[in-house]
């Protein structure tokens, strides 16, 4: 193209045939993305004459009450998921990181399991054990969001476990050793010197447990009662049976706010840490 | 060095297992209020593992630490009235170097205005003055240990323990924190324990060194005993380079002593030696103790250290290898017998390295206080 | 330097402190349910709202009839060629990060990346609002077969008949389409994993010995990538196996995917121990395909 100094051998990127491969990926997997955000301003009801420039489906998106209930309901499961998801999987890997105990490899092996089981067999199980508990679906808000919430803390706590589990492998004991030499009890060895170290893991954890649950269907499609709608449900719904240029402002808005997050978490962490906490 | 009567850390009878490895095998010693004590010996040999128990970090399998009177045995490390400089200086990479400093006297709930003051006095004193709001991320190793000591220094602990402080500056550096430290120790006046491998380190800093071999003491001595009067094989080979050959113990009496070595020659002592007659023996000789005679130097030379009878502390050989060092030159010359001993020559004059050369044949001697009689 | 691992017997306290919160939360809400599940593969419906374990394997059995088995065998079929497909097209992508200038490594990672953190259902939705018989796919294609009828009649043959919109929905093309669309970012990061830790100088090395660059890829790249294949291969395979939206909204009716037979089985048959007993034999499969791919992996890093 515009090669002012010959391709290396190794310099594969600078191909042409490299590019063009890269850049019709790149165009697959956001196109359909695009093509949404694009049309979720079009006044029509149909996706495909762009007719005019229009915010009313934005508006109407926001005036429909349940598509906002649900969008609340959404990210009231997801920040409490990813608080406790934090809380249950640092102490996790803290506990794998730093002691010996019997079974360990089994509790080890066992605390991966929610991440390799499929997603509909947790569903299933969840679905299975709420109903078997009688857990109760007429309370108030937001404990009616207890049973997703609790399905949702156990599949993201184990990815906030391998998260900080990875930050701590890097941690110098003898920093620890030298907070309790110098004075400190446990606990504030504990806060005064691990707990900085492993603050940015938690932070891509917090990210990582948030954007898992906000992102969840097929585990809050099972374990949803007929009373509570959450935002895939309602978005699922409305997909199957009646294609509104709504859903394109709605998932407009969730794709802003996963982006905005995410970029958060890069000025946090730096574009390097994201991709490597995956 | 001023040095205190007390012991102020008593180590008796310690062992420690790690399943079935022995780590230290029953040590007992006392290290005195004052002094400069160094523990020296190789990887793996136990010394590291001593140090952090009489830190708190690991407990004894058996026997018992002392600090100052008080029974460490109940006592973690956190109440312990010593303070260790950890071998990475484990400086807190989040806090700035006055708030690492300040660490422990905060915990204690020392006042703002006190711990301003003392943090401000121990930076001074490591030289650190003006680093207040430096970062670790800022700062040379040098300076991080520097950050470490003061830290450490900052809590006025009656013993300040070292784990291999030098090991990881520099040549020079090395060199100038060996001066900086004993003279820190001189000015502060508290003991210091200090773990380390490397015998220059040792032998420049120490009051008293302790040799540890695989979890044992090989010998507690100053450090020109442990150069000159070597306890045993092990400290005579570990600390600086020596000669050593085996040999039978043919005479022994309180003002001379001789012994026979196939592979030396007969060596005879102007002192006695405490061990059976016939007994199996090995002689310690230093290289830089041994004269290796010029041409045509050798009758004057050997009229001079008449020493001895006739045929002992003498030697003939060929010169095999040769380094020059710009002091010193080695020579490692084969002897009759084939074994190979290692002479150290200084260059006294300019051209003195050009007094022998490879396949040369050389004759020396060494006078009769020169070996040491090992007897293990 | 980091300290060996301490024993919790000597420090109960703290052990306590870091251990009862996920071991509780662990064994009350994923192994109790799971158990309950399993429990549940061997009962029986008895009554409207309750269950009979009565330790039967009927349901086992009914799992494995050639109805259930078939689905089984074509979802595996289904996940294989999505994973197939991202692998092709996963490569090269992952090549290309691996060798760009490392100012833009971490970009053309998140661009990767970016997608899979969308909204898994959003994403579909899209993908599906291109595909439809309006969609902007079947115009790109119509577009394309009028260029191609216009050629044609340059060159003085006759016309092609009139373009009829493609069927892109509703049957496995979209569903294997989906698929991969999902789980493309999946695949591209253990190959570039593996391949970033590749030692340049040994494709240098074949290139050098006379070796052409497509020779090299095979002869040394693919071998040594292998173990970072193999990872990606299971990132995609496995969940594309329990796939359920995907195959739900693209698919057609013979498109069932065996996610798709579990939840008719909770939502609407009613059976949920054969439900359970579907979901179990869904997870040994899982857990047969994790082992084979440990076993090759020891398997490689013995051949080292």
Avoid at chain 2, 117 to 123: G, I
Avoid at chain 2, 215 to 240: I, K
Avoid at chain 3, 26 to 54: E, K, R
Wanted: glycine share 6%; proline share 5%.
């Amino acid at each position: 193209m515009f090669n002012r100094t010959a391709i290396a051998p190794l310099e594969y990127t600078r191909k042409l045939w490299m590019r063009s491969w890269v850049g019709l990926t790149m165009l697959f997997l956001y196109a359909p993305l695009v093509v949404l955000m694009i049309f979720s301003f079009n006044d029509s009801k149909r996706n495909v004459m762009w007719k005019g420039f229009t915010l009313k489906y934005y508006e109407k998106a926001l005036n429909n009450d349940s598509l906002v209930e649900a969008m609340v309901n959404s990210l009231t499961i997801a920040f409490l998921a990813t608080i406790i998801s934090l809380v249950i999987g640092a102490l996790a890997a803290v506990m794998l990181w730093r002691f010996r105990f019997p079974f360990k490899g089994l509790v080890e092996g066992t605390m991966s399991l929610p991440i390799i089981v499929p997603e509909i067999c947790l569903g299933v199980a969840f679905l299975i054990f709420f109903a078997k508990l009688d857990w109760p679906t007429d309370l108030a808000w937001p404990l009616n969001l207890s049973a997703i919430t609790i399905a949702h803390i156990t599949f993201c706590f184990p990815f906030v476990a391998m998260v900080v589990r990875a930050r701590l492998a890097s941690f110098n004991r003898e920093e620890e050793e030298a907070a309790k030499d110098l004075g400190a009890t446990e606990w504030q060895a504990f806060r005064d010197v691990l707990l900085p170290h492993i603050k940015p893991s938690l932070v891509a954890g917090a990210l990582l447990a948030f954007t898992l649950s906000l992102d969840d269907f097929v585990i809050t499609f099972f374990t949803s009662g007929p009373d509570t709608i959450t935002f895939p449900v309602k978005v699922y719904s409305m997909v199957r049976f009646s294609v509104t240029p709504e859903v394109n402002a709605a998932s407009t808005i969730l794709i802003i706010l996963t982006v905005a997050l995410t970029f958060i978490a890069l000025k946090y962490q730096g574009v390097k840490g994201i991709a490597e906490t995956h | 060095m001023t040095e205190g009567k007390q012991p102020i850390i008593e180590i008796r009878n310690v062992s420690k297992r790690f399943g079935k490895v022995t780590a230290v095998d029953n040590i007992s010693l006392d290290i005195r209020a004052g002094e400069f004590f160094v523990l020296l010996g190789p990887s793996g040999c136990g010394k590291t593992t001593l140090l952090r128990m009489i830190a708190g970090f690991e407990m004894p399998t058996e026997g018992q630490i002392i600090i100052d009177g008080q029974d460490m045995s109940l006592v973690p490390p956190n109440k312990r009235p010593v303070n260790m400089v950890f071998q990475s200086y484990a400086v807190f990479p989040h806090m700035n170097v006055t708030d690492n400093v300040g660490y422990g006297l905060r915990i204690s709930g020392i006042s703002k205005a006190e711990t301003r003051d003392r943090v401000a006095e121990a930076l001074e004193l490591v030289k650190l003055g003006g680093f207040e709001d430096r970062m670790p991320d800022q700062m040379s190793g040098g300076q991080r240990q520097r950050v470490a000591l003061a830290r450490s220094l900052v809590m006025r602990p009656k013993v300040l323990l070292l784990d291999e402080p030098l090991s990881a500056l520099d040549a020079k550096l090395r060199a100038q924190m060996q001066f900086e430290l004993a003279d820190l120790q001189d000015k502060v006046g508290i003991t210091f324990v200090t773990v380390t491998h490397d015998q220059d380190e040792a032998l420049s800093m120490a009051s008293r060194v302790a040799v540890i071999n695989k979890g044992e003491v090989a010998q507690l001595a100053p450090p020109s005993d442990l150069y000159e009067y070597p306890a045993n094989r092990f400290v005579a080979d570990f600390v600086g380079s020596v000669n050593i050959f085996e040999g039978t113990l043919t005479l022994d009496e309180p003002d001379k002593a001789a012994v026979d070595c196939p592979g030396l020659g007969k060596i005879y002592l102007n002192h006695g030696v405490t061990g059976p007659h016939g007994a199996n023996v090995w002689i310690a000789l230093r290289p830089e103790k041994i004269y290796l005679h010029v041409p045509g130097e050798g009758k004057a030379v050997r009229a001079a250290a008449q020493d001895a009878p006739d045929g002992h502390n003498l030697a003939r050989g060929t010169i095999k290898g040769m380094s020059y060092l710009g002091d010193v030159t080695l020579y490692d010359i084969q002897l009759e017998g084939g074994h190979i001993i290692r002479v150290s020559r200084p260059n006294l004059s300019r051209h003195d390295q050009e007094d022998f050369t490879w396949d040369d044949k050389v004759s020396m001697h060494w006078r009769a206080d020169s070996p040491v009689v090992l007897l293990s | 330097m980091s300290g060996a691992l301490q024993d919790w017997k000597s420090q109960k306290k703290p052990f306590a402190a870091v251990a009862t919160a996920p071991v509780f939360w662990l064994g009350l809400f994923f192994i109790a349910p799971m158990t309950i599940v399993w429990l549940y593969s061997f009962g029986q419906n008895a009554g409207p709202a309750d269950i009979n374990i009565s330790g039967t394997l009927d349901n086992y059995k009914r799992a494995t009839e050639w109805l259930y088995l078939s689905i089984f065998l074509k979802s595996f079929a289904v996940a294989a060629l999505t994973t197939l497909i991202c692998l092709i097209i996963g490569f090269p992508v992952a090549m290309a990060i691996t060798f760009a200038a490392p100012k833009w490594r971490p970009w053309l990672l998140l661009g990767i990346m970016l997608p899979f953190w969308t909204n898994l259902l959003i994403r579909t939705y899209a993908l599906m609002a291109l595909m439809g018989t309006n969609g902007y796919m079947n115009k790109g294609l119509g577009g394309l077969w009028e260029g191609a009828s216009w050629l044609r009649t340059l060159v003085g043959m006759q016309p092609l008949e009139a373009w009829t919109p493609v069927q892109l929905l509703y049957n496995n093309f979209a569903v294997v389409l989906g698929l991969v669309y999902v789980h493309l970012p999946f695949m591209v990061l253990p190959l570039y994993s593996a391949l970033d830790r590749l030692d340049k100088s040994l494709v240098e090395a074949s290139l050098d010995l006379g070796a052409g660059h497509f020779k090299t890829f095979m002869k040394i790249v693919v071998p040594l990538a292998a173990p970072g294949i193999f990872a990606g291969v299971m990132i995609t395979l496995v969940p594309a196996l329990g796939a359920y939206l995907t195959p739900d909204l693209m698919g057609g009716t013979d498109s069932q995917m065996i996610a798709n037979v579990i939840e008719r089985q909770f939502k609407r048959a009613n059976d949920w121990p054969f439900g359970a007993a579907l979901s179990f034999l869904l997870i040994y499969a899982m857990f047969i395909l994790i082992a084979l791919q440990s076993m090759r992996a020891n398997k490689v890093k013995e051949a080292r």
